[in-house]
């Protein structure tokens, strides 16, 4: 069979388009370090990539979400350490004004100093971060308010509220809670979040101010349980002339305060806990997404150093072909017109 000029030209643009393909998808595959540009090139390859990308889209989600939570307990710590320096500061001017020692105008001035720590304290109580209020559970208002000298929590009074009661345990519930990871899941019978599947990540300010009032600490009067509203009790007792001051009331009231302030610092263990237990999970998935991004390597990636090689080789192959074609593809006087 003659083997016309026509079948020889044919033929080597065939074979120079072929290995100009292959050349540039080694060019791609070192440039980009993946095995296929498209998912047509590799289905299978391709299908467990995406697989091993959601994993890592979720992970990166979860660790977006602690490292809020985390912010967020760091800011409620903070916080939470000056209201107990307030309180270790009413303290010192309640044991100060307890002394026998102390006249009527010393008192006076040691209950005006309550009434600024006082002030201080629900300044504090209603610290905002980011447009959230640190002990508002899900309220985005102030969460705490002084209403006809009384403290109110979310528009409730304090006073009002009983322990165990529905509305108690509501407002106790009103909190913010992050998925980290634990499997969410659904009340069946409400459609509401399962909070036991997600991270709770805040303190509504209820747990650790009190709530309800005690009628066992002075004999004809119910007593503010919640520190804000004990702290002004124990200044208005100061305020009396010698005559009407009992130092019982205020020892007795001072008892009552004190007990109450371990809220503070059972609270902020409560948030060290917590805190402990987003570094176990920030580690877990550092360690997961490490895992992936290996298998995804494997999966998507190539072998450096033979893809680079492979690149080369069909580089010099194609300058090769483009070499001979001087020979092969014969010129004319078109080759030489401008």
Not at 153 to 181: F, P, Q, R
Not at 218 to 224: A, H, K, L, N, Y
Not at 281 to 301: A, I, K, P, W
């Amino acid at each position: 069979m003659r083997i016309t000029y026509r079948m020889m030209t044919s033929k080597y643009s065939t074979n120079l388009n072929s290995l100009s393909s292959d050349l540039d998808k080694l060019n791609t595959q070192v440039a980009t370090g993946r095995k296929y540009a498209k998912t047509s090139e590799d289905v299978s390859s391709a299908v467990r990539g995406y697989q091993i990308r959601r994993n890592l889209a979720k992970v990166e989600g979860y660790r977006d979400n602690i490292q809020h939570a985390d912010g967020f307990l760091t800011n409620s710590e903070t916080t939470l350490g000056q209201i107990e320096s307030s309180l270790a500061e009413a303290t010192d001017k309640i044991l100060q004004g307890m002394n026998g020692t102390q006249s009527e105008g010393d008192r006076k001035i040691i209950a005006s100093e309550l009434r600024t720590i006082q002030a201080q304290m629900l300044e504090t109580m209603n610290t905002e971060v980011t447009g959230m209020y640190l002990f508002g559970g899900s309220n985005n208002q102030k969460p705490f308010e002084v209403v006809d000298g009384k403290l109110q929590y979310n528009g409730v009074k304090l006073d009002d509220l009983v322990k165990g009661s529905v509305e108690a345990e509501t407002l106790e519930k009103d909190s913010m809670y992050v998925d980290i990871g634990l499997g969410v899941k659904f009340d069946d019978a409400t459609g509401e979040v399962d909070r036991n599947s997600v991270f709770n990540y805040s303190f509504p300010g209820l747990s650790f101010m009190g709530m309800g009032t005690d009628a066992s600490v002075i004999t004809g009067e119910d007593v503010s349980n919640n520190l804000y509203d004990l702290l002004g009790r124990i200044a208005t007792e100061f305020e009396k002339s010698d005559g009407d001051y009992s130092v019982e009331k205020v020892d007795s009231l001072y008892g009552m305060f004190k007990e109450n302030s371990l809220k503070t610092y059972q609270a902020t263990t409560e948030i060290g806990a917590k805190t402990q237990y987003l570094q176990f999970m920030t580690s877990r998935y550092e360690t997961q997404d490490f895992n992936l991004q290996e298998r995804q390597t494997q999966v998507e990636g190539v072998d450096a150093a033979y893809t680079y090689i492979a690149f080369q080789s069909q580089k010099v192959a194609y300058q090769a072909a483009l070499q001979m074609g001087q020979s092969v593809v014969q010129q004319s006087v078109f080759d030489y017109m401008s």
